[in-house]
C-alpha cells in the first residue's frame, strides 16, 4: 500500500465511468508453485539457441530505438502471413500486443456505444469484459450442454439480436471444444456484422478439426484471430494477430494507436517466427499428453470434455472451490473458471502433470 497521504480516497471518490463502479478486473493468480497450470501456457522454454537469436534481434533493434517503430509491422504481417498460408498475404494480416488488443480494436472500431457484441457462452471471460471497456452491449448466447453451438440457435440469435460483432471461440477456452466449419459458415452468412473466430488455440486441435481461414475467400465479414502465447511458446512477447479481409485491416488503422507495435517487439516476433518449427515440436507432445489427461481423468471417473486445445475441462464437483483449494494446497494452481462444478487444468510437462494426477487423486478422496 503507497503511503501516498490522501487517506480514505479511493477509486469510489474517482469520476469512473458508472459501467465500471464496482467490477473487478481480469486476474488469473500468478502463483510461483510446482506446476502452474492456470493460464493455458506452453510450458517448454526457448531453447539456448532461440533465446541467445533473440537477443541479438533486440541488440540490433536497439540500435534504432530513438526512432518509432514501423508503424505498419510491414515484414512482421508478412511474416505471419507466411506462417498461415491459405494464401493468405500481408495485406490480410494485422498484429497487435496479444490477441487481447486485436480484440479490443476490432470492439472500438465495430462496436461501441449502441452496438452489440454476441458470444456463445461458457467462453473466454476476456471477450464480456474487451465489450464492456469498450461500451459495446453484451449478448450472451448458451452453448449446449455439450459446450457445442447449435447452428440453428445461434443463426436465431444473431438475426434477434442484430450484433455488430459475434465471437466464436474455436477451440473454446475453457472448454476445448471445436466447432465445425458449417456453423461458422450458417452464422457468417446470417451475421450483419463481423465475426471473429478466436483460434487462440488453432494449433492444437485434433486432426481434421478445420480452421476458419479456409472461409476468408467467401465470407469478408470473417476475421481469424491468433496469437503466439500458445503454441508459439510467446506468452512473454505479447504477440497477436488476424487474418481477414484487407478492408477489416484498414478498418483498424482508424483505432489502433500510432506505433502500438514496438520495435522490440517486431524483432524478437519475427525471431520467434524464423524458429517456428522448433517452437511447434511440442505441440506434438503437447496434443498426445493431452488425450492421455483425457483419458485418465475419464479412466478414474472424472466427466472430462472433449478438448482441441492445451486444456482440459473436467468435473464434476459439487464443491469446486474445495478441490482447486486441495490441489492449490500441493503446489497445484488450476483455474476455478467456466461452468459451476468444472475445473480447468493446463497441459503441462510429463512432469507436471504426474504431480496434478497424484494431487488431483488425494485431492478427491480417491487416492
Ligand atoms: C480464447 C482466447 N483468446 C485470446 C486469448 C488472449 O491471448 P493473448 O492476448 O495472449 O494473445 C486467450 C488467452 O488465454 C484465449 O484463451
Do not use: C
Amino acid at each position: 500500500m503507497s503511503d501516498f497521504g490522501h487517506t480514505g480516497f479511493s477509486i469510489d471518490d474517482l469520476p469512473l465511468r458508472d459501467d465500471l463502479r464496482g467490477q473487478a478486473p481480469y486476474g488469473a493468480p500468478q502463483l510461483t508453485v510446482k506446476a502452474v497450470l492456470n493460464t493455458n501456457e506452453n510450458p517448454y522454454p526457448p531453447s539456448p539457441e532461440l533465446v541467445e537469436a533473440i537477443g541479438r534481434a533486440a541488440a540490433e533493434a536497439a540500435v534504432g530505438l530513438n526512432r518509432y517503430p514501423d508503424r505498419e509491422a510491414t515484414a512482421l504481417r508478412q511474416a505471419l502471413a507466411d506462417y498461415l498460408g491459405y494464401g493468405v498475404d500481408a495485406a490480410n494480416v494485422w498484429a497487435a500486443n496479444g490477441s487481447n488488443e486485436i480484440l479490443q480494436q476490432i470492439l472500438q472500431a465495430f462496436g461501441g456505444p449502441g452496438h452489440k457484441a454476441l458470444g456463445f457462452e461458457p467462453s473466454y471471460s476476456m471477450h464480456p469484459i474487451i465489450a464492456r471497456g469498450t461500451a459495446t452491449e453484451w449478448v450472451s448466447v448458451p452453448r449446449t450442454a455439450d459446450f457445442d453451438v447449435d447452428a440453428d440457435a445461434a443463426v436465431a440469435a444473431v438475426k434477434e439480436h442484430e450484433p455488430s460483432v459475434v465471437f466464436l471461440t474455436s477451440p473454446n477456452n475453457p472448454t476445448g471444444t471445436a466447432l465445425p466449419l458449417a456453423t461458422v459458415e450458417a452464422i457468417a452468412a446470417a451475421a450483419p456484422g463481423v465475426v471473429v473466430v478466436d483460434e487462440a488455440y488453432a494449433e492444437f486441435r485434433r486432426e481434421g478439426t478445420p480452421s476458419a481461414l479456409s472461409l476468408l475467400r467467401t465470407y469478408p465479414n470473417v476475421i481469424v484471430s491468433r496469437t503466439m502465447s500458445k503454441a508459439f511458446a510467446m506468452a512473454g512477447v505479447r504477440l497477436g494477430y488476424l487474418a481477414a479481409h484487407p478492408a477489416v485491416v484498414d478498418a483498424l488503422q482508424l483505432v489502433r494507436l500510432p506505433y502500438h507495435l514496438s520495435t522490440v517487439t517486431q524483432a524478437v516476433a519475427l525471431t520467434a517466427l524464423r524458429y517456428a518449427d522448433e517452437l511447434l515440436s511440442a505441440v506434438a507432445t503437447l496434443r498426445a499428453e493431452r488425450d492421455a489427461l483425457v483419458d485418465w481423468l475419464r479412466a478414474h471417473g472424472f466427466e472430462v470434455a472433449d478438448s482441441d486445445a492445451n486444456f482440459v475441462l473436467f468435473g464434476r464437483f459439487p464443491d469446486r472451490s474445495a478441490v482447486f483449494q486441495h490441489l492449490l494446497d500441493q503446489g497445484v494452481l488450476i483455474r476455478e473458471v467456466g461452468p459451476p462444478e468444472w475445473l480447468r487444468v493446463t497441459v503441462g510437462t510429463p512432469e507436471e502433470m504426474a504431480i496434478f494426477r497424484e494431487a488431483l487423486l488425494t485431492a478427491t478422496g480417491r487416492a
